[in-house]
């Protein structure tokens, strides 16, 4: 076959960055309205345990080192661990396949707690 694959033109305004982060922003912030207050507060808590070991982690290690439940909506994570990145807690690491079985291996963000944050909690 010799001939080239034609792409079509972009449906328009499907391509624009600047609604897809308000779009992101307003799920976040719809994520976290109506999350139970208890699992904000303790899923921050273990961020925090977690940034100051210093080591790369993910939602799935919050879990297996016990230090808060699974959420009611697996959509709580992320506005969770993006708050943290805000305040200067945690970065961004890289990307590796979950660890929960309740996502099947799927691709998730790994994080590390800043080294400010970790002097800081010294």
Known sequence: ?????????????????AAGEAAKADG??????N??????????????????RGVEFQAADLIAEQLVDEPDSPNR???AFLR????????????????RATVHSSICRTWQGTAEYRRSAA
């Open 84 to 99: 943290a990145a805000a305040a200067g807690v945690i970065e961004a690491r890289g990307y590796a396949k979950s660890k």
């Open 35 to 52: 999350a139970p207050v208890d699992w904000i507060a303790r899923c921050a808590d273990a961020i925090e345990v977690m940034a100051r």
């Open 77 to 79: 994570w992320g506005p």
């Open 1 to 17: 076959m010799t001939e080239q694959l034609q792409f079509s033109e972009p449906v328009e305004g499907t391509v624009n960055p």
């Open 28 to 33: 976040m912030a719809l994520a976290l309205a």
